[in-house]
């Protein structure tokens, strides 16, 4: 901390921490925080538009402080995905995922309780927890980032967690988590298990919301930010069951989504498909990766994201900054618990992943 925040009567344990920080660097390729590259398009910006502007015309008035149209229509497109009936009292939604598990720490986490995470991962969870006053307690996933059944079962029977975060696919090892944990670490506890699924659009694997019905204190997160190339939206959203739904309504803010919020996030969810027909494309870049990568003789981390960790490297630092100097931005995550000598990297449109790959050649 810098002395004047120091001599702040700041809580004592938000001294010393540092907060999110990605390098926002517009004139670089930016394949750092795992956006989707592709743009929206221009029919599609004049639909968000013309909504936009309707919303715009009841400006004085709160909005739906409940955003029921919203929460239909993102529980008819769970619905869609996962082929599991949900009903608008099972899906919450609010400016980001990162709000929406926000508020679970709030009414879940807090003064006294744990919040549990299998590290390397979103490095989020514990910022979150920290900024609720909840305790954070890490257990190290194996050395292939992988994660068993009886390991999470283990730790959770071991620090009794309020909370209990599990990523799939994981940021930032690209690495998926089977059903068969999730339902084990939910039998296990009496917490709540978090299933964070931000880049479940990228995956092949099935989604844990197909075990809502079996799991009362299950919840799954996800968000707009990521396939539907919504990130500047701020637009994310969790299905559980209507008592944990019920509990989220305690903590929020009111009226937390605005209005033009709702109506762009309604938008793009009537043009999902358009909006989703670039997950091919993105795979493809990223299967590219995973195929190129190891011609220069490094590494990459099997992945079901659209992002990839490569490596490892002896010096990360000197040659993230390499690959910025070339004009490519990437991730350096190698000061993270178990992720020594590795970056990064997101796919972009193939234009930039072959920027990416050329200047990779040429650094390494
Ligand atoms: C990007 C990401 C999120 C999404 O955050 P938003 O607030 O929805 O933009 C959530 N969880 C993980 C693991 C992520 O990588």
Same mark, same amino acid.
């Given at each position: 901390?810098?002395?004047?925040?120091?001599?702040?009567?700041?809580?004592?344990?938000? @001294?010393?921490?540092?907060?999110? /920080?990605?390098?926002?660097?517009?004139?670089?390729?930016?394949?750092?925080?795992?956006?989707?590259? $592709?743009?929206?398009?221009?029919?599609?910006?004049?639909?968000? !538009?013309?909504?936009?502007?309707?919303?715009?015309?009841?400006?004085?008035?709160?909005?739906?402080?409940? !955003?029921?149209?919203?929460?239909?229509?993102?529980?008819?497109?769970?619905?869609?995905?996962?082929?599991?009936?949900?009903?608008?009292?099972?899906?919450?939604?609010?400016? /980001?995922?990162?709000?929406?598990? +926000?508020?679970?720490? +709030?009414?879940?986490?807090?003064?006294? @309780?744990?919040?549990? /995470?299998? *590290?390397?991962?979103?490095?989020?969870?514990?910022?979150?927890?920290?900024?609720?006053?909840?305790?954070?307690?890490?257990?190290? #996933?194996?050395?292939?980032?992988?994660?068993? !059944?009886?390991?999470?079962?283990?730790?959770?029977?071991? $620090?009794?967690?309020?909370?209990?975060?599990?990523?799939?696919?994981?940021?930032?090892?690209?690495?998926?988590? /089977?059903?068969?944990?999730?339902?084990?670490?939910?039998?296990?506890?009496?917490?709540?298990?978090?299933?964070?699924?931000?880049?479940?659009?990228?995956?092949?694997?099935?989604?844990?919301?197909?075990?809502?019905?079996?799991?009362? #204190?299950?919840?799954?997160?996800?968000?707009?930010?990521?396939?539907?190339?919504?990130?500047?939206?701020?637009?994310?959203?969790?299905?559980?069951?209507?008592?944990?739904?019920?509990?989220?309504?305690?903590?929020?803010?009111?009226?937390?989504?605005?209005?033009?919020? +709702?109506?762009?996030?309604?938008?793009?969810?009537?043009?999902?498909?358009?909006?989703?027909?670039?997950?091919?494309?993105?795979?493809?870049?990223?299967?590219?990766?995973?195929?190129?990568?190891?011609?220069?003789?490094?590494?990459?981390?099997?992945?079901?994201?659209?992002?990839?960790?490569?490596?490892?490297?002896?010096?990360?630092?000197?040659?993230? +900054?390499?690959?910025?100097? $070339?004009?490519?931005?990437? #991730?350096?995550?190698?000061?993270?618990?178990?992720?020594?000598?590795?970056?990064?990297?997101?796919?972009?449109?193939?234009? *930039?992943?072959?920027?990416?790959?050329?200047?990779?050649?040429?650094?390494?």
């Amino acid at each position: 901390m810098n002395a004047a925040l120091e001599a702040l009567p700041v809580r004592d344990d938000l @001294r010393g921490k540092q907060p999110y /920080g990605a390098p926002q660097l517009p004139d670089a390729i930016q394949l750092n925080v795992n956006e989707n590259p $592709h743009a929206p398009s221009a029919s599609f910006v004049a639909d968000l !538009a013309a909504a936009v502007g309707q919303a715009a015309t009841t400006l004085n008035r709160y909005p739906d402080r409940e !955003a029921v149209a919203l929460r239909t229509d993102l529980a008819g497109y769970l619905s869609g995905r996962t082929g599991v009936a949900l009903g608008v009292e099972q899906v919450w939604a609010a400016n /980001g995922s990162n709000e929406v598990l +926000q508020q679970v720490c +709030q009414a879940f986490g807090g003064p006294g @309780r744990l919040a549990l /995470g299998f *590290e390397p991962s979103y490095s989020m969870h514990p910022l979150l927890a920290a900024g609720t006053s909840t305790g954070w307690v890490a257990e190290r #996933r194996a050395a292939d980032f992988t994660l068993t !059944a009886d390991q999470a079962v283990a730790a959770v029977t071991r $620090h009794r967690p309020a909370i209990t975060f599990l990523t799939t696919p994981n940021n930032p090892t690209g690495t998926v988590i /089977g059903l068969d944990v999730v339902q084990a670490v939910h039998d296990a506890t009496d917490g709540v298990v978090l299933v964070d699924e931000a880049y479940a659009e990228f995956a092949s694997t099935p989604s844990a919301v197909t075990l809502l019905d079996r799991c009362p #204190r299950l919840i799954v997160s996800r968000t707009m930010s990521k396939a539907f190339a919504m990130a500047g939206a701020r637009v994310g959203y969790l299905a559980a069951s209507p008592a944990v739904v019920d509990a989220l309504r305690l903590v929020r803010l009111p009226y937390h989504l605005s209005a033009l919020t +709702q109506a762009a996030a309604r938008v793009a969810l009537a043009h999902a498909d358009e909006l989703l027909g670039t997950v091919e494309q993105v795979k493809a870049q990223r299967d590219r990766m995973v195929r190129e990568i190891p011609a220069s003789g490094l590494r990459v981390v099997p992945t079901e994201s659209n992002f990839l960790l490569f490596g490892p490297f002896d010096a990360p630092a000197q040659v993230w +900054q390499a690959l910025l100097d $070339h004009g490519v931005l990437v #991730r350096d995550v190698s000061g993270g618990p178990g992720l020594a000598g590795w970056l990064r990297v997101n796919a972009g449109t193939e234009a *930039e992943t072959t920027a990416f790959l050329d200047a990779l050649k040429d650094v390494t």
